[in-house]
């Protein structure tokens, strides 16, 4: 392995998407050679500049193709570019490394407890961790007067970004909605709406693969723009995938990020959705992988990427160093690809 200028191939480089999000902090790293693949010939990150080299793979042989670049260009390191790709390497974890590269991604177990929403949150509860009340659309008592609305529902299972979220704030809705998803209601959670979109957090805890966390970072999410808001009335508002907002230091917020990680058995990135309720952590959605806010956080002096990278290659603790506290905004980026007769 060349130690100077290890090879990292990110697959997943569409535009606006996490793979370019990790792009962009290893290149602000500066002391790896990064380089980007995706099944589109049209991905943005072909034409963004980051990469030392970029590849396209087919969509029917791409795990194949995968493994054969991993092998030809003696890649040292794969990091998952999306949710999608994520579940693909876990798949073919054993190939990817037959090939000559480390997997970059949290341990399986706490993947497989984190993507089924309910279990996750089952876990957090026996662990001591408040949680929005949470019942699965099967077994939901709709008319219970201890079931509190308005009630989010959504996929238990593989979902992200906000799809797939439906908001019910009362019970005869909730109750033709559950007529209509009868033979899949065990596939739908319900949760308590947290109201407090004020105080929503995304938080960063990365830890070492022995499983003892560094450290975390908080970013309480502003909604000054469309970029961060999936759906709002009146009434409420659900935020998107894109978090914007407000670096800020708490402690005690912090340690309560840290024992959640410890709870799901988390051993690399993990990424925290929730909102404050008395003061509390009161999580929503985990996802044990690096954000889409891991860009922001690595401008906020925490290079959650490379940190990890640096981490696998020694085998040396984490420096986790102290987070900046400021605002972190986003926009788009826009390019111009001339026409092969322009050029």
């Keep these: 392995m060349n130690i100077s200028q290890p090879k990292v191939l990110i697959w997943g480089i569409a535009g606006a998407s996490l793979g370019m999000e990790i792009a962009k902090s290893l290149v602000n790293d500066g002391s790896f050679d990064v380089r980007g693949v995706d099944i589109s010939p049209q991905a943005y990150g072909h034409f963004s500049g980051y990469f030392n080299r970029t590849y396209q793979v087919d969509r029917e042989t791409c795990a194949s193709d995968i493994c054969k670049t991993i ?4 890649i040292d390191f794969l990091i998952a570019g999306g949710d999608i790709v994520a579940r693909l390497c876990a798949r073919i974890s054993k190939e990817i490394k037959a090939a000559g590269a480390t997997y970059v991604g949290n341990n399986q177990a706490t993947v497989q407890v984190c993507s089924d929403k309910y ?11 408040p949680c929005p009340q949470t019942h699965l659309l099967s077994k939901i008592d709709i008319y219970s007067s201890t079931t509190i609305y308005p009630l989010i529902v ?7 970004g906000s799809r797939g979220i439906n908001i019910f704030y009362g019970p005869d809705d909730l109750h033709s909605f559950l007529n209509q998803q009868k033979d899949d209601a065990s596939e739908w959670v319900c949760q308590e709406y947290l109201k407090d979109s004020g105080n929503e957090l995304t938080i960063g805890v990365l830890s070492h693969t022995n499983g003892t966390a560094a450290g975390s970072i908080l970013l309480r999410r502003t909604f000054q723009n469309m970029i961060s808001v999936h759906d709002q009335s009146q009434n409420h508002l659900i935020s998107s995938g894109s978090s914007q907002g407000e670096f800020y230091r708490d402690k005690k917020v912090e340690a309560a990020a840290i024992h ?3 709870a799901v058995g988390s051993t690399g990135p993990l990424n925290i959705q929730c909102r404050l309720k008395d003061g509390q952590i009161m999580p929503f ?3 044990p992988r690096f954000s889409a806010s891991t860009h922001l956080r690595s401008l906020a002096g925490v290079n959650e990427v490379s940190l990890y990278l640096n981490h696998l290659l020694s085998g040396s603790s984490i420096n986790y160093p102290e987070p900046m506290e400021g605002l972190a905004l986003r926009s788009f980026t826009e390019c111009f690809v001339p026409s092969e007769g322009d050029k």
């Design 71 to 74: 092998a030809d260009d003696h």
């Design 285 to 287: 959605e985990i996802n």
């Design 260 to 262: 959640i990680a410890n």
């Design 119 to 129: 279990t996750c949150l089952e876990l957090l509860a026996s662990k001591g961790v």
């Design 154 to 160: 959504k996929p238990r299972i593989q979902s992200g």
